[in-house]
Nanobody, 113 residues
Framework: QVQLVESGGGLVQAGGSLRLSCTAS???????MGWYRQAPGKQREVVAR???????NYAEAVKGRFVISRDNAKNTLYLQMNSLKVEDTAVYYC????????WGQGIQVTVSS
């Protein structure tokens, strides 16, 4: 199975943008992929998902602000995050699913007011 490594997180002011990347150690073409996040004291929640066919769905909290995409040729999943809010602060995790779940190690995104 593939291993996943997230990058692109960091500190940004409210209203700013970040792009997260998730690079896999092998092909992601057969996987349904997604981004999840976990804020301090809260459960991990889905942010956005994209299936093998490129169909997407988003959590209500990020609709219209975040865009998930995938580049199978580069074995990479992306999350473009715009109009960031303080409440978007969390550790973001990349997920690949094909029967079982594969997780990245997570990356911190901090949005300051």
């Amino acid at each position: 199975q593939v291993q996943l490594v997230e990058s692109g997180g960091g500190l940004v002011q409210a209203g700013g943008s970040l792009r997260l990347s998730c690079t896999a150690s092998g092909s992601i073409a057969i996987y349904n992929m997604g981004w999840y996040r976990q804020a301090p004291g809260k459960q991990r929640e889905v942010v956005a998902r994209i299936n093998r066919n490129g169909d997407t769905n988003y959590a209500e909290a990020v609709k219209g602000r975040f865009v998930i995409s995938r580049d199978n040729a580069k074995n990479t999943l992306y999350l473009q995050m715009n109009s960031l809010k303080v409440e978007d602060t969390a550790v973001y995790y990349c997920n690949a699913m094909l029967g079982s779940n594969i997780w990245g190690q997570g990356i911190q995104v901090t949005v300051s007011s």
